[in-house]
């Protein structure tokens, strides 16, 4: 099993830590995200597990399924709550990671947008995970602590640098920005070339808050210098869909 594999279940069993202690009326509480409640985060993951579960057993099954997207959104906004919520919720994510890391890493999984290969497949399942994991740390004001798989995050929210634009129909500003990062563990992660006058440094975690949308730059005490690190980290988005505005600044400014 690849390490993106281990990571991503660890992401999960991390979640269903905080989830297997919910009163019933806690999932109905708000979260930071959208008013989202804890029902509606959960279910938002659980949907696209199922989906991922269907691309990676049957592809013909899943590209007949696209076809329908009524039928999509139904499969991908399940109604369950709280507990059986839970459950099931679980029991297709660890299904997922079993079909993940039993693959070739370099196999091509099928999806909404182009296709993808299975690590940075099961690298986008621990980004969602882990951000939205986030919103419930947030609303419980609870300190989250970061390891060192967090630096999946890192490398797709560096890897989008370009999708962020092109989604918004912009051409990227300039070169990808250097990007050097601190580690929960207190390595250097360095990703691009070395450039004073386009970069982005700081804590690996803020960073990662920033390209999933959990904060917004001027929330953060990264460094950003230059024109293309400075318009990337105003809208920087690391996840598929529409173009999506980071929360307002001063909305989310916890648990650093």
Not at 10 to 15: D, I, R
Not at 93 to 108: V, Y
């Amino acid at each position: 099993m690849f390490q993106q594999a281990i990571d991503l279940r660890e992401e999960g069993a991390e979640l269903k830590k905080i989830l297997d202690n919910l009163s019933v009326d806690d999932w109905a509480k708000t979260t930071p995200f959208k008013n989202w409640t804890i029902n509606h985060v959960v279910q938002h993951l659980h949907g696209s597990d199922k989906m991922a579960v269907l691309a990676l057993k049957d592809a013909v099954a899943f590209a007949e399924a696209k076809t329908d997207m009524a039928a999509v959104h139904v499969a991908m906004n399940p109604t369950e709550e709280a507990e059986t919520l839970l459950n099931t919720w679980w029991a297709y994510f660890s299904e997922m990671c079993d079909l993940l890391g039993d693959s070739d890493p370099k196999r091509r999984v099928p999806w909404f947008g182009p296709d993808m290969g299975v690590m940075m497949f099961t690298t986008a399942r621990q980004m969602e995970t882990w951000s939205h994991s986030q919103d419930i740390f947030d609303m419980f004001g609870q300190t989250r602590v970061n390891t060192s798989r967090l630096k999946n995050v890192a490398v797709i929210g560096v890897k989008t640098y370009g999708w962020t634009f092109v989604n918004r129909g912009m051409e990227p500003p300039g070169p990808a920005p250097y990007v050097r990062l601190a580690s929960p563990g207190g390595e250097v992660w360095e990703f691009n070339d070395p450039d004073d006058s386009n970069r982005v440094e700081g804590d690996a975690a803020e960073f990662c808050h920033v390209v999933t949308q959990g904060r917004n730059i001027a929330d953060v005490n990264l460094t950003v210098v230059g024109e293309p690190a400075e318009k990337w980290m105003a809208i920087a988005q690391c996840f598929a869909g529409p173009p999506e505005d980071p929360p307002a600044a001063g909305t989310r400014t916890i648990n650093f």
